[in-house]
């Protein structure tokens, strides 16, 4: 009976571990990854067998990756992390997973992650590459300094859409690099002024560039980007092989962007752009809208 007990304990307390560690990777924020896909749409390959299997082990690689990083940011962080709301629930803020468990797993995470990519080609493994060192330099450095916090986030995404088109041999185009480039900036700066916004006077102890922000400029910035992010994607679909068509696909976008901003300035979730998505039904309708739309028109009209 006691060795019985001792099992059902080990396999129980194996059980908590991993579910922590699966924590630790942020499933949730996998869907940013999906940015991989967006030149195999685009480039007209979605019905392509081998390049859709490439797409997706590289979004997976790219998932695996970005969570073992995650551990590491979480590691740096840990100390703010317990003055926030909501962060100090994370396994490493709260004390759940010890530190040294939680860093040797995002190694191994890390490493055959990087490892698997470069079986997809020597592009997409230096994409990921400079992907991994962009984030690293991110939480060690660059998250502590103004405007370009929110540059290193962009140029994450961008990376993103690279791998997606590399790994399947077709061209960057110029569009989908400004585009990403404004929309992410958006998302980086509605992140920021939603951290401000809750946290108030302890933002600059949660992060020290905050310092320099203010709501006041933050929105001065956001109203930059918005129009550039709607401008950018209408001039695409007017310049798009599929004859103008992509451009009735711009009210879907204007109205996904516009409620977004409604739901940073009134629901407080733009902290979190993947729960936005995932816990509002009007946004996630018209994101789902809009692929389906762009899909009907690149393939079938």
Same mark, same amino acid.
């Given at each position: 009976?006691?060795?019985?007990?001792?099992?059902?304990?080990?396999?129980?307390? !194996?059980?908590?571990?991993?579910?922590?560690?699966?924590?630790?990777?942020?499933?949730?924020?996998?869907?940013?990854?999906?940015?991989?896909?967006?030149?195999?749409? !685009?480039?007209?390959?979605?019905?392509?067998?081998?390049?859709?299997?490439?797409?997706?082990?590289?979004?997976?690689?790219?998932?695996?990756?970005?969570?073992?990083? #995650?551990?590491?940011?979480?590691?740096?962080?840990?100390?703010?992390?317990?003055? $926030?709301?909501?962060?100090?629930?994370?396994?490493?803020?709260?004390?759940?997973?010890?530190?040294?468990?939680?860093?040797? !797993?995002?190694?191994?995470?890390?490493?055959?992650?990087?490892?698997?990519? !470069?079986?997809?080609? &020597?592009?997409?493994?230096?994409?990921?590459?400079?992907?991994?060192?962009?984030?690293?330099?991110?939480? &060690?450095?660059?998250? $502590?300094?103004? +405007?370009?916090?929110?540059?290193?986030?962009?140029?994450?995404?961008?990376?993103?859409?690279?791998?997606?088109? #590399?790994?399947?041999?077709?061209?960057?185009?110029?569009?989908?690099? +400004?585009?990403?480039?404004?929309?992410?900036?958006?998302?980086?700066?509605?992140?920021?002024r939603a951290e401000i916004a809750s946290l108030k006077d302890d933002a600059t102890s949660h992060r020290r560039a905050l310092e320099h922000y203010s709501l006041p400029?933050?929105?001065?910035?956001?109203?930059?980007?918005? =129009?550039?992010?709607?401008?950018? *994607?209408?001039?695409?679909?007017?310049?798009?092989?599929?004859?103008?068509?992509?451009? *009735? @696909? +711009?009210?879907?976008?204007?109205?996904?962007?516009?409620? *977004?901003?409604?739901?940073?300035?009134?629901?407080?979730?733009?902290?979190?752009?993947? @729960?936005?998505?995932?816990?509002?039904? =009007?946004?996630?309708?018209?994101?789902?809208?809009?692929?389906?739309?762009?899909?009907?028109?690149? #393939?079938?009209?």
């Open positions: 009976m006691e060795g019985t007990a001792t099992r059902v304990a080990t396999v129980a307390r !194996f059980s908590g571990n991993a579910k922590l560690l699966l924590t630790c990777l942020r499933p949730k924020q996998w869907i940013k990854n999906g940015l991989l896909l967006a030149p195999l749409v !685009f480039a007209g390959k979605l019905l392509e067998l081998d390049s859709v299997l490439k797409v997706s082990l590289g979004a997976v690689f790219f998932s695996l990756l970005a969570g073992g990083l #995650y551990i590491i940011n979480d590691a740096l962080d840990i100390e703010r992390d317990k003055q $926030h709301s909501t962060k100090c629930n994370r396994p490493l803020a709260s004390g759940k997973l010890s530190l040294p468990a939680a860093l040797s !797993f995002a190694a191994v995470v890390i490493s055959l992650s990087l490892g698997a990519a !470069f079986t997809l080609g &020597l592009p997409f493994g230096v994409i990921a590459a400079l992907y991994a060192a962009n984030v690293l330099s991110y939480s &060690l450095w660059i998250k $502590h300094i103004v +405007i370009l916090d929110v540059f290193s986030i962009s140029f994450g995404f961008v990376l993103r859409a690279a791998a997606g088109a #590399y790994v399947i041999n077709v061209g960057v185009s110029p569009w989908l690099v +400004i585009c990403t480039i404004c929309l992410s900036l958006f998302l980086g700066l509605t992140k920021r400029l933050l929105d001065k910035m956001i109203a930059v980007v918005t =129009p550039s992010t709607l401008m950018c *994607y209408s001039l695409y679909t007017f310049t798009a092989s599929s004859d103008y068509r992509l451009m *009735y @696909t +711009i009210p879907l976008v204007i109205f996904g962007m516009l409620r *977004y901003l409604y739901l940073a300035e009134n629901k407080d979730v733009a902290g979190a752009p993947e @729960t936005a998505l995932l816990g509002d039904v =009007p946004l996630l309708t018209a994101v789902l809208w809009w692929g389906l739309c762009v899909v009907t028109i690149v #393939y079938f009209v």
